[in-house]
């Protein structure tokens, strides 16, 4: 990961107990375990449209996201690009180098500005192989991740651009704070999607008449977003219910010790806070 992964946002955080922490994945840590990161771990600003490493480059730094939104994105050889997953504070980026290999196989590129916890690979491994729960934790994040990667192969194959677009603003509008205005580009929605600038004009006129979109201008988009999730397929809430259910499942086994328990959860429900 480049240098240009984010730059500290103040003094390292003392950090002595798990359930402070904003990542879900760091969050689930027994204490005596993320006290092994905690010495390590330093609290980045990840800025809008930073690239936090690039395919094909050496992994630097692993980034467990305490908010914000990140793109990962293949690149194609003849330049063309689309989004294989976005991640917020349910993931961690460059996190798959820790898997074997240590060049990123994708671009993070930061889409939602926001902070981040980074540490680098060496002291990460270091602590892993003190710590079955890190192992665990790494198993949940994998899971998670395959499971995107999975519904997104699925969802690029079968349905419209319209409906991938609004899954995608609404991924993106989890991870918003609330807030219906995503700094987003044209540019940003054809890298997302794949497709031409054309294309994504021709897509947001659709969107704005049927009023999913509010507005397109000086690089945001204003959302409605009901009707936006009227308009994306079935895609969101099927992935947002299975990756929350994997990382929730999985903080209960990471706590206890044990097999995840049953948790229930309502289709469709927004990434879970931290902790909770
Ligand atoms: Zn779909």
């Not at 992935?239 to 948790?263: E, Q, Y």
Request: charged share 15%.
């Amino acid at each position: 990961m480049s240098s240009s992964a984010g730059h500290p946002s103040g003094a390292n955080p003392v950090m002595d107990h798990a359930t402070r922490v904003g990542n879900r994945l760091l969050a689930a840590l027994p204490p005596a375990d993320f006290a092994l990161l905690a010495p390590h771990l330093r609290k980045v600003v990840i800025e809008r449209d930073s690239v936090l490493v690039r395919s094909g480059d050496r992994v630097e730094h692993f980034l467990f996201p305490l908010s914000g939104a990140i793109a990962a994105i293949t690149e194609l050889p003849n330049g063309q690009t689309v989004a294989t997953s976005i991640i917020g504070h349910e993931g961690a980026v460059g996190l798959t180098s820790a898997l074997g290999a240590s060049r990123s196989p994708t671009t993070a590129i930061v889409r939602l500005p926001g902070s981040a916890l980074q540490i680098s690979p060496v002291q990460f491994l270091a602590a892993q192989h003190r710590s079955p729960p890190i192992t665990s934790m790494m198993q949940v994040f994998t899971r998670s991740l395959l499971t995107q990667l999975q519904h997104v192969a699925a969802c690029n194959a079968l349905h419209s651009v319209e409906a991938r677009l609004a899954r995608w603003l609404l991924h993106i509008h989890d991870r918003a704070n609330g807030s219906d205005l995503l700094p987003l580009t044209q540019e940003t929605l054809s890298e997302l999607l794949g497709v031409r600038r054309t294309t994504i004009t021709h897509v947001v006129s659709t969107m704005r008449a049927s009023r999913a979109l509010k507005s397109s201008q000086r690089g945001q988009l204003e959302i409605d977003r009901p009707r936006l999730e009227a308009m994306a397929c079935e895609c969101y809430k099927v992935m947002s219910r299975k990756i929350d259910r994997i990382v929730s499942h999985g903080a209960v086994g990471l706590v206890h010790g044990a097999p995840a328990r049953s948790v229930s959860h309502s289709p469709g429900s927004r990434l879970s806070k931290a902790g909770s």
